[in-house]
């Protein structure tokens, strides 16, 4: 999409955008592109400056915590219910981790300069994304303790929960890729999936999940996925705000 060209809103699916008024949406969509974003897109990178931010319109991105000797471990996702470059809403022109798509898909993508100048403009806009950084916090926490308390198993199921949320039952996604975002190795992963598919919750097939049985993957995850999801839907209402997932 040509910059400044108009956006149906059917179009859009992006929780922050349709929840804005039709003023405001339409003044930052006169600042932002519709990008395509592959399957291991980078959006950010770890200590480098942040160019642009990006409102999910399609698809989910992960957000990595990487470490002195490359190895990396999730800590966050975003789908169309959130946004990548939280850092920028505090004033940082960098971020601590990074951000790659983990199922492709599409998003708005805006310069670090008119996100500024678009929160300043917007102050509703400013709060909405202040508010998406406390959730985005409460997910990297429970997330951090269920990566070292929690086996693969339960880890495995409550992320792929967590993708479901975001991007519905079916989705590409290569055990490689898992691995490298669980933090562990890929053997463990296809032992992991295939208890998972034989106890018929997924099925698991040329890089593509689905999801079968969602009320038996709930119970055979940790208690990190319920937490995650009470925690954030408390918090909205603590704000006044619906649950966007």
Same mark, same amino acid.
């Given at each position: 999409?040509?910059?400044?060209?108009?956006?149906?809103?059917?179009? *859009? #699916?992006?929780?922050?955008?349709?929840?804005?008024?039709?003023?405001?949406?339409?003044?930052?969509?006169? +600042?932002?592109?519709?990008?395509?974003?592959?399957?291991?897109?980078?959006?950010?990178?770890?200590? @480098?400056?942040?160019?642009?931010?990006?409102? *999910?319109?399609? %698809?989910?991105?992960?957000?990595?915590?990487?470490?002195? =000797?490359?190895?990396?471990?999730?800590?966050?996702?975003?789908?169309?219910?959130?946004?990548?470059?939280?850092?920028?809403? @505090?004033?940082?022109?960098?971020?601590?981790? +990074?951000?790659?798509?983990?199922?492709?898909?599409?998003?708005?993508?805006?310069?670090?300069?008119?996100?500024?100048?678009?929160?300043?403009?917007?102050?509703?806009?400013?709060?909405?994304?202040?508010?998406?950084?406390?959730?985005?916090?409460?997910?990297?926490?429970?997330?951090? @303790?269920?990566?070292?308390? =929690?086996?693969?198993?339960?880890?495995?199921? +409550?992320?792929?929960?967590?993708?479901?949320?975001?991007? %519905?039952? $079916?989705?590409?996604?290569?055990?490689?890729?898992?691995? =490298?975002?669980?933090?562990?190795?890929?053997?463990?992963?296809?032992?992991?999936? %295939?208890?998972?598919?034989?106890?018929?919750? *997924?099925?698991?097939?040329?890089?593509?999940?689905?999801?079968?049985?969602?009320?038996?993957?709930?119970?055979? @995850?940790?208690?990190?996925?319920?937490?995650?999801?009470? #925690?954030?839907?408390?918090? +909205?209402?603590?704000?006044? $705000?619906?649950?966007?997932?």
């Amino acid at each position: 999409m040509a910059r400044n060209s108009p956006v149906d809103r059917q179009g *859009i #699916h992006n929780s922050f955008l349709l929840e804005l008024s039709a003023r405001e949406r339409s003044g930052l969509l006169e +600042r932002m592109r519709l990008v395509d974003l592959p399957v291991r897109s980078l959006l950010n990178e770890a200590g @480098a400056a942040i160019e642009f931010a990006y409102f *999910i319109n399609a %698809g989910c991105a992960s957000i990595l915590k990487v470490m002195s =000797h490359g190895k990396c471990v999730e800590v966050g996702l975003a789908g169309p219910e959130g946004f990548v470059g939280c850092p920028l809403v @505090a004033g940082f022109r960098t971020s601590p981790t +990074r951000a790659i798509m983990q199922v492709g898909g599409n998003g708005f993508r805006i310069s670090a300069q008119d996100l500024k100048k678009s929160i300043e403009e917007f102050p509703l806009l400013g709060s909405a994304l202040e508010r998406y950084t406390q959730e985005l916090a409460i997910q990297a926490m429970q997330t951090a @303790a269920c990566n070292r308390l =929690h086996d693969v198993e339960q880890r495995l199921a +409550r992320w792929l929960l967590m993708t479901q949320d975001r991007v %519905g039952d $079916e989705f590409e996604l290569t055990q490689e890729f898992i691995a =490298h975002m669980m933090g562990t190795r890929r053997a463990t992963v296809t032992i992991t999936a %295939g208890v998972l598919q034989k106890g018929g919750l *997924i099925s698991y097939k040329r890089g593509r999940v689905r999801i079968r049985d969602r009320e038996g993957l709930e119970t055979g @995850a940790c208690e990190c996925y319920s937490a995650i999801r009470r #925690h954030i839907s408390v918090w +909205r209402k603590e704000q006044g $705000e619906p649950d966007k997932l």
